[in-house]
């Protein structure tokens, strides 16, 4: 099968496209479209948490039709799924049996890519660890990638009043196609609010403290513009605020009545119409290598999707 594979952890100029052996474990689906996200950079340069040994085929997160899966899993052969695994910028990969959920009709391939990742972490983000209430004021950094309009979309279900930060027309025009009630610049004012929705992090993080209510929740993200910030604690203490954070990998994967529970509740923000993930450039399969550089950039709007087959 065709793979792109990371022959050594020098970045996405490395990539090449390879015939590669097909998995043998998980739920084993026909790759029709992979999501394009910050783990896959940080792969590609030997930068994340986990660290596999070159040459390893690249991707998290995929969307397909399965071809074979374990007996327990409540899959079958033809069944449409969106899953995290690793080896998705393939034309087969193997989905975490925990981390496999069924496609729901409403999305297609492409919106189904970048679900898993995305949705499930603005979900544990917003819903258990800031707690966001129906009425409060969720303002969304990042707003026009795909973890922001994610957390746009998931914020407007909860009933909160969504006030994306973005840096251009461009990216207000996302931001809004999202859902977004309101949008500010990056470097204008921001209104207050009761929960700030971060993975920018950097400077940006301090600016979000600032904004923050009494009582309100900074829920930390990742640390998209590179520097991981610290935090002055009496500044907390003396505003009767919160910083917390949302690392939703570690806390779902050895927890799959969990992430199961998250499913029917995002499925339920489909059938009512408040999701449907934004896509964003699209990219042939060749391509993997320039739509990771254009993640490095920050030029993603809406979620980067790799189209493994031309029908995705």
């Known amino acids: 099968m065709r793979a792109i594979q990371v022959p050594d952890t020098t970045g996405p100029d490395a990539l090449e496209v390879v015939d590669a052996p ?60 969106m899953a995290m695994g690793f080896g998705t910028f393939a034309d087969v ?3 975490m049996p925990q981390m496999t959920f069924r496609l729901p009709g409403e999305l297609s391939f492409a919106q189904g890519s970048g679900f898993v990742m995305n949705y499930h972490t603005a979900h544990f983000a917003l819903v258990r660890r800031a707690a966001l209430r129906e009425g409060e004021t969720l303002l969304v950094q990042g707003a026009a990638g795909g973890v922001g309009t994610a957390a746009i979309q998931v914020g407007r279900a909860l009933g909160a009043r969504v006030v994306a930060v973005v840096s251009s027309d461009e990216k207000e025009g996302v931001a809004r196609e999202a859902g977004a009630q309101e949008v500010v610049r990056t470097d204008g004012e921001w209104p207050e609010a009761d929960v700030v929705f971060d993975p920018v992090g950097g400077e940006r993080l301090h600016a979000s403290i600032r904004v923050l209510r009494p009582e309100g929740r900074l829920v930390v993200i990742g640390f998209t513009e590179g520097e991981i910030p610290s935090v002055k604690v009496n500044r907390l203490l003396f505003r009767n605020v919160a910083v917390v954070g949302a690392a939703w990998g570690e806390f779902a994967l050895p927890r799959p009545d969990y992430a ?17 993930p ?32 031309e029908t995705a």
Do not use: C, N
């Open 93 to 95: 990969a193997a989905g």
């Open 278 to 309: 934004v896509v964003g450039r699209r990219y042939a399969f060749a391509q993997a290598a320039e739509a990771l550089r254009d993640l490095e950039g920050r030029r993603a709007l809406g979620k980067l999707v790799l189209d493994v087959k």
């Open 260 to 276: 199961q529970e998250v499913a029917a509740d995002l499925e339920r923000m489909i059938a009512e119409g408040h999701v449907r």
């Open 22 to 81: 097909e998995p043998a474990d998980g739920v084993l689906f026909e790759v029709h479209a992979a999501g394009v996200s910050f783990p896959d950079l940080l792969l590609s340069r030997g930068e994340y948490q986990l660290k596999p040994d070159p040459p390893f085929t690249l991707g998290t997160e995929g969307a397909g039709v399965v071809r074979a899966a374990p007996a327990d899993s409540g899959f079958q052969p033809g069944d449409r799924v």
